[in-house]
């Protein structure tokens, strides 16, 4: 009878073991969480001018100088200031990206430790929701990540800030969502479903990402994890036709996908030093009528989250 049971309970255990990774702050299901970024000014300005607040709003940091949490920081892409934004907003969750470039090494030997425990101070004192990107757009090129590199740097952040008693994050895995070089897969740089929350990716480049970007929600899918869009923008397009045809594209991702999350980037690039002529164009919803009629008939319907007393009961 002993070993019966034992051989029940070894057959069970691993069901169970898989029933027990909980994913944090996913919405009900049919509804969509939006957020706005990427900067405290761009922020204010989109509110002032959509009279709407979001469900969350977006931050950036780095882990080498852990900028814009709590004092204001601007590197030339607007003012990142985390603290302005929990205040400003108390009824949205907040969406983090932590740069890693050039940093994981770093990370490894322990070199921010003690920035690690700032970071973990910060976020248990927004007391809400936070989604923070690590080492967001890990495929991208430019940003050269070591694949085993950055899952270790991946797994040894969440570790530190659940060690930490950090229990108000949800980490997010992003990816830029663009063709990679033959020989390269998306699982290469994957720190495991013990580590990741979510799936996410970039959506600029169109028709490009558009074609890429359904695999790596199959992916999420496969992996039981919500999927969010983490930064978008219609990338270097100025006339108004190719904004609406973006903007209708987007959306029509979003609802055949069943998009979670969607962070849109609601910046005048060109105003930026940053990105000043780049050619990137003013993506401010708000500073176009034919645009803004467009966002407001999409984002006003009951899918879409705003914020609101319950948001975050919303959240599990």
Not at 28 to 43: A, E, F, M, S, W
Not at 201 to 221: E, H, I, N, Y
Request: neutral net charge; glycine residues 6%; hydrophobic residues 40%.
């Amino acid at each position: 009878m002993k070993l019966l049971f034992l051989l029940l309970f070894l057959l069970t255990y691993p069901v169970c073991q898989a029933e027990e990774i909980q994913t944090p702050f996913v919405p009900p299901q049919g509804k969509i969480l939006l957020l706005v970024g990427q900067d405290r000014d761009t922020i204010a300005h989109y509110v002032s001018g959509i009279r709407l607040i979001p469900a969350g709003t977006m931050a950036y940091t780095s882990l080498e100088n852990i900028e814009g949490l709590e004092s204001s920081s601007d590197y030339g892409s607007g003012p990142e200031d985390l603290n302005a934004l929990v205040k400003r907003y108390p009824d949205s969750v907040i969406q983090i990206g932590l740069y890693l470039v050039g940093e994981l090494e770093g990370v490894l030997d322990g070199s921010y430790d003690d920035h690690l425990k700032v970071l973990s101070r910060c976020l248990k004192n927004t007391q809400r929701p936070v989604y923070l990107r690590i080492g967001y757009e890990f495929d991208n090129p430019d940003n050269h990540y070591d694949p085993e590199s950055y899952k270790k740097a991946f797994r040894y952040i969440v570790d530190h800030l659940r060690k930490d008693g950090v229990h108000n994050v949800a980490y997010v895995w992003h990816s830029t969502c663009s063709v990679l070089k033959p020989g390269q897969n998306w699982m290469d740089w994957y720190p495991g479903d013990l580590y990741v929350d979510w799936f996410g990716a970039s959506m600029f480049a169109m028709p490009d990402q558009l074609w890429t970007a359904p695999g790596f929600v199959k992916l999420a899918r496969d992996h039981k994890k919500p999927f969010m869009i983490c930064e978008s923008s219609p990338w270097g397009m100025y006339s108004m036709r190719a904004k609406t045809e973006w903007f209708r594209h987007i959306f029509q991702f979003i609802k055949e996908q069943q998009v979670q999350a969607f962070c849109y980037i609601n910046s005048n690039w060109d105003a930026m030093p940053m990105y000043k002529g780049q050619g990137i164009g003013d993506q401010r919803v708000e500073a176009y009528s034919s645009i803004k009629k467009l966002w407001l008939i999409e984002i006003t319907q009951d899918r879409y989250l705003k914020a609101s007393k319950d948001l975050f009961k919303l959240l599990k």
